[in-house]
DNA sequence: CGAAAAATACCTAAAAACCAGTAGAAAAAA
DNA sequence: TTTTTTCTACTGGTTTTTAGGTATTTTTCG
């Protein structure tokens, strides 16, 4: 139906995990491997140079992590169709990357039949889930019955150091900020979580695995 | 060299890794592959009646986790080689499973001569890892660095009401105790992680897998 | 049984975090 | 270029945690 084939890139840090994906897909009449790559960093120079039509990405990578990656990638690259397939079955990584652009997510163990059939609805511009992933979706964990809330960069990088133990003193000294703009924040941040202290607001956190 | 291929089967319950795999071993002169099984309890009854040289194993699967799958096998079946292939880095794991009879460790990235070659010295009867597990084990990494602390009942309690947010007071009049006492015992918490506060404490038991 | 470990509880004091606001400047988006 | 968001900083007061102890009572285990 296709003029062309699908330009497809396949992105997991796992030379078998691609191998495999090469194997099943290579007799696929619309699809057209164009290779495989290990990290963010080789698939965001590769885009710069040549056309591709669909990413077939794994949230674990070595460099950057998949849902950011997914973002940076539709930002850039509008048209380039991006299917989820990996083995995170956490609720909060599949609202994530779906709210970052992906058409779909697939568990690594789909089939090839659910493989072929999200490959055609994100073709058609809808967005797929592997009949697992649904599921993970229908019925939502207590623990993040709460959306990921979206932090600004300060927030993210004044997280990780109050993750890490430091004072609001500290981080102060340690960004040129006052202490008091430190507390603002981590008030913000106490809000945005809807937590009460750091101790859940690390919890939260790390089950949104936002480290 | 051998008089008989080694019957080699594929424990992971990811198609498309055992699809991977398939396609790097189907050359290997000296394996004969039997087949690829998704789980524990599968691979468990094949064994029952079919005779199997080398099992390559993955940790995680969706009925037993792979170490204990391991000693399980080895329990009952001696003479069979048990490779993990896994991309779990943590180097408790990584102990484990050798503990549990394991003849060797890769990654799941690692490169089919790596592979060849882990094959070729566990069959002569000596353990073998991939040149990253190596690595985890000759220096571990700054989380694993402090053996995670052994916690009385008690403490690992109230880490889990911290971890919830409740302040001493909540938790003292939950457990019914002083919260003074409830203080020593977060007092005790920091000492035994090593850390500042419970911002620190809640990462470092996140990490230590505690919750 | 006796010793060690765990659980209980207290004191004092300082440090840090949390609450409830306000508000101007800078940056980003519409 | 408005408008909105983000980042900055403050006031003032309260609560909670942390740090340094000590000490008695239970449990657990050799």
Known sequence: ??????????????????????????????????????????????????????????????????????????????????????????????????QNGASGYLLKNSSLDELRLCIAEAVKGSICYSKEVTEILSRPSRNELLAAPRLTKREKQILELIAQGKTSQAIGEELFLSPLTIDTHRKNLLQKFQVKNVAELIMSANQQHLF
Chains 1, 2 share one sequence.
């Open 1 to 98: 139906m296709q003029p062309n084939k699908l330009k497809t890139a396949i992105v997991d840090d796992h030379p078998i995990v691609i191998e495999g994906l090469k194997n099943l897909l290579k007799n696929e009449s619309n699809i057209e491997l164009i290779g495989g790559f290990q990290d963010g960093e080789t698939i965001m120079k590769y885009l710069e140079s040549e056309k591709v039509d669909l990413i077939l990405l794994d949230i674990t990578l070595p460099d950057v992590n998949g849902m950011d990656l997914c973002l940076k990638i539709k930002k850039k690259y509008r048209s380039v169709i991006v299917l989820i397939l990996s083995n995170r079955t956490e609720r909060s990584i599949v609202v994530q990357t779906i």
